[in-house]
């Protein structure tokens, strides 16, 4: 009986210890997933010990250029939200919080912080945004300046931000074939990555 239910118990502890080891891995990747995205650690160092995968620079630099209008557009959306909770931070507003049993405004306080975590959040994925976006410009314009480059920028624009059709790249850039303007989107690409992302892209390339 003794040995059963030391049996019994070793089991129990090695179940729960692979329990607890699932949900520390599962945490793991879910904690390096949003580390990647907030910029707070190494992703292709973290991944390497973690399972061996590797950023891809080259569809980074194409994320970025493909997104560069909803960048710009998301500038103005939150502004609006910033000037929305400014408005509703004023006296006038928090005074219309509803009162408690007791008649003290219990709530207002709650919604004040609320609203300056808000205040704060939106105002620093501005400024990150208002970075990211004066980067991009800066880049395109850099990979351009070389001789040689003169229509890296140009085409890296065309192509990911306007979305323009090749055929009609090729006519605006002087060329006959979109097979030139393809050879010049991947070389411009990759020098936009490593512009952007420095070494580390490079080493992939």
Known sequence: MALTLGGAIIYKKKKKNRQKNGLRKRLLELA???????????????????????????????????????????LGNIEKQINQLVDLSRPKELSAITLNMTGVNVGKIDDTFNMLYKLQNLRECREKTIVEFDKINEVLEDISSEKGCDLHGKVLKMWYVDKLPKDDIAEMIGYSTKRSVYDIRDKAIRKFAVVMFGIKALETL
Request: proline residues 0%; charged residues 20%; glycine residues 10%.
């Open 32 to 74: 390096l997933i949003v580390s990647r995205l907030i910029g707070t650690v190494n992703y292709e160092t973290s991944c390497k010990n973690g399972g061996g995968c590797k950023m891809n620079y080259i569809q980074e630099a194409e994320n970025l250029l493909l997104h560069y209008n909803d960048l710009y557009k998301s």
